[in-house]
């Protein structure tokens, strides 16, 4: 499973302004209800019920919230990038601004959690959070996640 497979170029917010974790999480529920048909209500509650039990926020201005639900039929993702970083509750204390959320189907749970750990380790690298964070529009957000997530050659 790489990033090409989960990101669909229509799932990216460039540009997104948000002044706290709720607000953030109801603009990619919106994202996740057009692109994916969704309805809105029921992917913000299935994030924040995930963000109940402890907060995504991975570190160094990255959150990867996630939630299985029904209905689904592969794992998909959303991506934004902040205007202004908002406090996400991380684990370093750092504000967020750049969020790839996950959204799986409830009956694939190794699948999620493989997604889940390719999305981390990309976020990994200081090079590209701030590529992303300097990036123009969506194509070029897209093409780095997709670069930053191949193998490179020994």
């Known amino acids: 499973m790489d990033i090409e497979d989960i990101l669909d170029p229509g799932a990216i917010g460039p540009r997104v302004s948000a002044s706290d974790k709720r607000q953030a999480l109801s603009i990619v529920a919106e994202i996740a209800g057009r692109q994916f048909g969704l309805k809105p209500s029921t992917v913000l509650n299935a994030l924040l019920r995930r963000e109940a039990k402890g907060s995504t926020g991975v570190g160094h201005g990255v959150a990867i919230p996630h939630a299985q639900l029904r209905n689904m039929d592969r ?15 991380s684990l370093d204390e750092k504000p967020v601004d750049l969020l790839f959320v996950l959204l799986g189907p ?26 992303l964070r300097q990036a123009g529009g969506p194509d070029a957000l897209r093409a780095l996640l997709f670069q930053s997530a191949r193998p490179t050659a020994a």
């Open 75 to 89: 794992i998909r993702g959303v991506f934004v990038r902040l205007e202004a970083p908002i406090d996400f509750g």
């Open 106 to 131: 409830t009956e694939n749970e190794a699948g999620h959690l493989t997604a889940l750990a390719k999305v981390s380790r990309v976020f990994r690298s200081a090079e590209l959070r701030s590529q």
